[in-house]
């Protein structure tokens, strides 16, 4: 038992303690993924605890993902593979984020889609330097060559792992063990010709010193061209939205939206349309000409079917282009048979650059002496005795912002590992971590600049076109003229749109120090134990450019701020074992974990875990935990920087409407969430090549982080929900509201449970290998309680908004398959997302449609070893995925036909590629 052939002695053998695995697995050759994955489902242990022990099976349920199947799914991204696990929300990518320059272009993950703030990445069991100031790490981020697993670990991880571990725990495992070269080489596209995108990808390992030193290099570099409108696709070009039914009364049958296709606004077209006066229903063609405007059918004051109105939606980008590279060194060397010291860097950079959403106006007031008012309109404006009319406008030839995103981000570990004998290892490291994130974003309407330039008159000097402002024509006001698309000219275009640029930059410090060991014996064993300390401090820089910190764009106002939280840590866990070899259990392990975590911003609080693991023989195991875990605040939602608004509010108190200021920032006051994590399941081997795990989870998270807007604040101070009435400041003299702060509060409670079904089955067939593979989530509540509204998410597919908390469909499942004959491969696959509500609370009432089916999606793929031997490996592999371009469910979510969160929207892919080693 305590041999040098045991799990530390093993580790200490290889001289890799943060390696976590063994020998003899670092040296196994690759198996098919499904004959992988069912050692995999009942023994990774590696990320869901902190202690190594030969042949102890951590009771928190963990899934991996191998090699093989990464290589299978032949994707640009290993997030991509991710997303796919059902227990995994899609909820952040480049499809999601469009319409969000905050995360355009980015990969978040978002376990049990409780939200990406709640999922902890991980890379080799490491923290890395969050990518955003809200706190999540792009996978763009991790340097993805050497990738040679991930674990998914679905369910409370805090008192291993620390903050953020609430959902789970995502960690990226390196092959640290490569001698020699391997590399990739692969393109791809789409059925419809376009998101063209390529990855290659090179790495080499070398053992030095007699085999006491090691060296691993990698780099890597991908690109996808996106795809640039979202009426690329048939279903994205029939104009499917949500319009206000005109027939709608409340005590009619007739439901108040309609979800349809071919929608067009009512009140705006592309070169211009008179909504108001006798004058309505006038629009302007390309030369400023007026000419009738068409109206279409179920016409409203802003929506109807068909007409002349424009279609906003069809310009939408579909998916953000994205540019990514990133680089890798490592170096171990042995110093003596008990110590091992490595440094690591890593460096990687992402870039996206899209048009971003088109600035639409409605009411744009134009005046009788507006200098390019058309003479016909003029003159019936003088016939009618009209002073000016309003006019809506699609502006997409003028006022479409154009985004350009960066993000850098580079990472320095360094560290010693070692064994004290054969009992007792231990590990020290310091991280040093700095992330940079630039967004410029072009052709902003500037709106005092541009209400100078639409307020235009006729000079009467020089009968030339000028602002009607005296001081804003002195500081060099341009007229713009709207009538017609494409009529506002290049110096007016200059004059009223902007450029900002928005800079945040993080940087983390970090420290940690962990002893293992087997302190004593219990009558059925060794206890095994893991203790240590850790210290973190991270920082957040948020610079913007002088325009934005004045507030003069429409959208977008970055003000500056910045920020730094020091978190001090102390954890311990033990592995407890109370029965061995009995009639009753062939092992019976408990398993204990608690952190200590002190925040220099809200205090201690403290994480623990509670569980169990019973073997009751080779046929069947059950594992149970319940734990308390938490995620800390992040920086924006502390130290996020003040603007102010004015709104008009019912003010309940002294029975009168006026207007009031909110001051919206940071709350440096706020707690960690908490969240209480039931998990129990059973682990059946009914055969030697099969394994089945079936497990149910429960998430209560309690002083959950939410915003209340400023005019909410105000009802429901009003309706009973005092804990917000101290956000409400009062003149002392007046009585009248002087102002409500608007920021980030513990106030809202969560509730997430479902169950997990997972199948690994491997065999022999003829003269090759099958291996299957399943994974089925179910969802049976996603709940979220404010204090005021309780909202019921499972079972709908409603997206509140890009980077809130989504609906959840109650079935998510996979099934993969794979054959192995020589030097052939096949795989094929079966994904399934399930449909449900379009969101839970609409009744027949609400809109025509209320439910939508669900899709599943094929897989196809394989290689052929084109050439094997001592002296390397050279590998061909395709694949197809969505081989049938299933066309996602229509459901008119956010202003999108479909749900992009959830749904293939990209249609048929393609690729090819080469694998080498030698």
């Given at each position: 038992m305590h041999a040098c052939a045991s799990v530390l002695a093993v580790w200490a053998c290889a001289g890799g303690a943060l390696a976590q695995e063994s020998t003899a697995e670092?040296?196994?050759?690759?198996?098919?993924?499904?004959?992988?994955?069912?050692?995999d489902l009942d023994q990774v242990t590696v990320t869901a605890s902190r202690v190594m022990r030969g042949g102890f099976s951590?009771?928190?349920?963990?899934?991996?993902?191998?090699?093989?199947?990464?290589?299978?799914?032949?994707?640009?991204?290993?997030?991509?593979?991710?997303?796919?696990?059902?227990?995994?929300?899609?909820?952040?990518?480049?499809?999601?984020?469009?319409?969000?320059s905050q995360y355009a272009g980015g990969y978040y993950l978002d376990l049990r889609g409780l939200g990406f703030n709640r999922t902890l990445v991980l890379v080799d069991g490491k923290r890395v330097v969050p990518t955003q100031i809200q706190g999540p790490v792009d996978i763009n981020s991790v340097p993805q060559a050497l990738i040679s697993s991930v674990d998914i670990v679905t369910g409370g991880a805090s008192a291993a792992w620390g903050s953020d571990a609430v959902a789970g725990v995502v960690n990226f495992?390196?092959?640290?063990?490569?001698?020699?070269?391997?590399?990739l080489l692969q393109a791809g596209t789409t059925r419809h010709g376009d998101r063209d995108n390529n990855l290659g990808s090179i790495a080499f390992g070398h053992a030095f010193a007699d085999g006491r030193g090691h060296l691993l290099l990698a780099a890597e570099s991908a690109s996808s061209d996106g795809i640039e409108r979202l009426d690329s696709r048939d279903w994205g070009a029939a104009g499917w939205g949500k319009i206000a039914n005109p027939a709608y009364t409340p005590d009619n049958d007739e439901p108040r939206l309609l979800l349809v296709r071919n929608t067009r606004d009512a009140n705006r077209s592309y070169g211009g349309v008179i909504n108001s006066g006798p004058l309505k229903g006038i629009q302007f063609d390309a030369d400023g000409n007026p000419i009738p405007f068409e109206y279409g059918d179920l016409v409203t004051k802003s929506s109807m079917v068909g007409g002349d109105g424009a279609d906003g939606s069809?310009?939408?980008?579909?998916?953000?282009?994205?540019?990514?590279?990133?680089?890798?060194?490592?170096?171990?060397?042995?110093?003596?048979?008990?110590?091992?010291?490595?440094?690591?860097?890593?460096?990687?950079?992402?870039?996206?650059?899209?048009?971003?959403?088109?600035?639409?106006?409605?009411?744009?007031?134009?005046?009788?002496?507006?200098?390019?008012?058309?003479?016909?309109?003029?003159?019936?404006?003088?016939?009618?005795?009209?002073?000016?009319?309003?006019?809506?406008?699609?502006?997409?030839?003028?006022?479409?912002?154009?985004?350009?995103?960066?993000?850098?981000?580079?990472?320095?570990?360094?560290?010693?590992?070692?064994?004290?004998?054969?009992?007792?290892?231990?590990?020290?490291?310091?991280?040093?971590?700095?992330s940079e994130t630039n967004l410029h974003s072009s052709k902003k309407r500037i709106t005092s600049t541009f209400e100078y330039a639409l307020d235009s008159i006729i000079d009467p000097v020089t009968?030339?076109?000028?602002?009607?402002?005296?001081?804003?024509?002195?500081?060099?006001?341009?007229?713009?003229?709207l009538f017609g698309e494409g009529a506002p000219s290049q110096q007016a275009r200059d004059y009223v749109l902007g450029t900002s640029h928005t800079m945040s930059r993080i940087t983390q410090d970090a420290a940690s120090a962990t002893l293992r060991g087997e302190p004593f014996e219990t009558w059925a064993g060794p206890v095994s134990m893991a203790t240590g300390l850790e210290w973190r401090r991270e920082k957040a820089v948020v610079t913007s450019d002088p325009l934005s910190m004045a507030g003069a764009f429409n959208t977008g106002n970055t003000v500056p701020w910045s920020g730094s939280v020091t978190v001090k840590e102390a954890f311990g866990e033990l592995v407890v074992p109370l029965a061995v070899d009995t009639a009753w259990a062939d092992s019976l392990d408990l398993n204990l974990a608690a952190r200590m975590t002190d925040y220099s911003t809200s205090g201690t609080v403290v994480s623990w875990k509670l569980g169990s693991s019973w073997q009751v023989n080779d046929l069947i195991r059950f594992r149970a935990t319940q734990s308390r875990d938490i995620r800390a605040p992040s920086l924006a939602e502390l130290f996020g920087g003040s603007t102010t608004a004015i709104f008009n509010v019912f003010d309940p108190e002294?029975?009168?409407?006026?207007?009031?200021?909110?001051?919206?920032?940071?709350?440096?006051?706020?707690?960690?969430?908490?969240?209480?994590?039931?998990?129990?399941?059973?682990?059946?081997?009914?055969?030697?090549?099969?394994?089945?795990?079936?497990?149910y989870y429960r998430i209560d998270v309690d002083k959950a982080i939410t915003t209340f807007q400023a005019r909410s604040i105000v009802e429901r101070c009003y309706d009973g929900q005092t804990a917000v009435c101290d956000l409400i400041v009062r003149d002392p003299v007046s009585g009248e509201i002087d102002h409500v702060n608007v920021s980030p509060q513990n106030l809202q409670t969560m509730r997430v449970s479902g169950a997990d079904f997972e199948l690994s089955y491997s065999r022999p067939v003829g003269n090759g290998q099958l291996g299957l593979r399943s994974l089925l989530s179910y969802v049976d509540t996603l709940r979220l309680d404010d204090g005021q509204n309780v909202i019921d998410m499972a079972g709908s597919t409603d997206q509140p908004t890009i980077a809130s908390i989504g609906g959840s469909p109650r079935w998510r499942g996979n099934l993969y398959a794979n054959y192995r004959i020589g030097d052939l491969a096949f795989n094929a696959g079966v994904r399934h997302v399930g449909g449900g509500r379009i969101k839970n609370e609409y009744t027949a009432k609400d809109m025509n449609i209320l439910t939508h089916s669900g899709r599943t999606y094929f897989d196809l793929g394989g290689s052929y070893d084109f050439h094997t031997g001592a002296n390397g490996n050279i590998s061909l592999f395709a694949s197809v995925r969505n081989v049938f371009d299933k066309d996602p469910p229509i459901t008119g979510t956010g202003g999108f036909p479909t749900v992009r969160s959830l749904y293939d929207v990209i249609g048929r892919t393609y690729n090819v590629g080469v694998r080498f080693d030698f």
């Open positions: 670092a040296q196994a050759p690759a198996e098919p993924a499904a004959q992988a994955s069912a050692t951590a009771p928190t349920p963990t899934t991996s993902i191998t090699t093989d199947e990464i290589n299978a799914t032949a994707a640009t991204n290993v997030a991509e593979v991710v997303n796919q696990m059902p227990s995994v929300r899609p909820s952040l990518t480049p499809v999601s984020t469009t319409n969000n495992r390196f092959d640290r063990g490569l001698e020699g070269f391997k590399g069809a310009a939408f980008v579909l998916e953000a282009p994205l540019e990514r590279q990133s680089t890798y060194g490592r170096v171990s060397y042995e110093f003596s048979p008990a110590i091992t010291g490595f440094v690591e860097a890593s460096w990687a950079k992402s870039k996206t650059r899209y048009d971003s959403l088109t600035r639409n106006d409605s009411s744009l007031t134009i005046k009788r002496d507006n200098a390019f008012l058309p003479d016909s309109i003029a003159q019936s404006m003088d016939d009618l005795g009209l002073t000016s009319f309003t006019m809506g406008r699609y502006n997409r030839d003028y006022a479409r912002a154009f985004n350009d995103k960066s993000s850098e981000t580079a990472r320095f570990v360094a560290g010693l590992e070692g064994y004290l004998d054969n009992y007792w290892s231990w590990d020290a490291y310091v991280t040093h971590g700095e009968g030339a076109a000028v602002c009607r402002d005296a001081a804003a024509r002195a500081e060099g006001c341009q007229p713009i003229n002294l029975g009168s409407t006026y207007s009031v200021q909110s001051i919206t920032s940071g709350n440096a006051e706020l707690e960690p969430e908490e969240a209480d994590t039931t998990t129990a399941g059973i682990v059946l081997n009914p055969l030697p090549d099969l394994v089945m795990s079936l497990d």
